[in-house]
C-alpha cells in the first residue's frame, strides 16, 4: 500500500543542526535508535492500558520497562563514545510524523498487529544503521535491539484465532498492509529530514530494501498476506 503523503510542514520543520566530524554518523545512529526506545516504551505502556487480560496487561508493561533500560544501555554505549545520546535523540523528537494518529486501531487485534508492524520495522531499520558502525558500538546496539520480544508475543496473542477464522486474518492482512505502508512512508520522509543516515543513494536503496524485506517476513510471520 502506498504510504500517504508526508505533511509538508513536516518536511519543512527547522531542524537543530547535525553533528560534524568522523562521529557524525555514529551520534546520528545513536540517536535514532534511542528515539525509537523512547517511543517503543510510550507504545507499549499504552498498548498494556488497552489489554483485555491482565497477564498481556503486565507483559507489556514489563517490554515497556525494557525499552527504558535499552535506552539506558544506548546512553552508557554513546558515552563510551563521547556522544550525549539525550541531545542526539532530541534531534529526531517528532521525526516520524502523525503516523499513530492516522492508524485507529478498532480493536485488541488491530492494536496487536500495528505495534507489532510499526515498531517491528524500527527494529529493522535499527539494525540496518549499525552496519556501518564501528564493530564494538554495532556489536552492542545489536544486543540491545534484539532484547525486543513483542513480536512474540503478539504471535502467541493472535495465531491461534487466525487459524481459525479467515475473515479476520483478511481484515488483519489488509491493516497490515496499512500499517506498513504508513510507517516506511515516515521513516522515508525521516531519511529526507536527516541525509546523514543514510550515506547516500546506494545507502537509502538498502535500507528501503530492508524495510520492504521486514514487511513481507513480519506480515509472513503472523500468517497474513502480504
Known sequence: MS???????????????AASGPDAFTAA????????????????????????????????LRMSAAKVRAF???????????????????????????VDDRLRPHDWAERLVKTYLSFGLLVDFGMALTDSLPPTVRGAVLEALSEDRF?????????ADLDGDPQLAARLGLWGRRV???????????????????GGE????RLAAVLSSGTTSRMKGLGLRV
Open 3 to 17: 504510504p500517504s503523503v508526508p505533511d509538508p510542514a513536516l518536511s519543512q520543520a527547522p531542524q537543530p543542526p
Open 29 to 60: 545512529v545513536l540517536g535514532v535508535v534511542g528515539y525509537s526506545c523512547s517511543v517503543a516504551c510510550t507504545r507499549y505502556a499504552k498498548d498494556a492500558d488497552k489489554a483485555p487480560a491482565m497477564p498481556a496487561r503486565v507483559e507489556l
Open 180 to 198: 506498513a505502508g504508513e510507517e516506511i512512508g515516515a521513516i522515508q520522509l525521516m531519511l529526507a529530514r536527516f541525509p546523514e543516515l543514510t
Open 151 to 159: 513480536g512474540a508475543f503478539a504471535a502467541a496473542e493472535l495465531m
Open 202 to 205: 546506494q545507502g537509502a536503496a
Open 72 to 98: 539506558d544501555t544506548i546512553i552508557r554505549i554513546g558515552a563510551d563514545e563521547g556522544i550525549d545520546v539525550l541531545a542526539a535523540a532530541e534531534r529526531f523528537l517528532g521525526s516520524l510524523g502523525d
